[in-house]
């Protein structure tokens, strides 16, 4: 298993409805191991397993939602 964390910058997220939004999302793909998100830096943070699930995938996830990813730390 190959995990890794990557860090989604995400400029929309204001509220807790924000963070449950992209929690929920998130949460139940396929890999996903962790997300936690921080409303102050507008950032998400996703632990996953990189042979299941690939930060593309999240980021058209979040875009379907209304939450486009302006930048991701790998």
Not at 43 to 66: N, R
């Amino acid at each position: 298993m190959a995990t890794a964390t990557t860090v989604l910058t995400v400029p929309d997220i204001s509220c807790d409805h924000c963070v449950r939004s992209v929690t929920d999302a998130l949460t139940p793909v396929d890999g996903v191991q962790r997300v936690s998100v921080d409303i102050p830096t507008k950032q998400v943070t996703v632990t996953y397993d990189q042979s299941l699930v690939g930060v593309d995938k999240m980021q058209e996830i979040l875009a379907e939602e209304d939450y486009p990813v302006a930048s991701v730390q790998q």
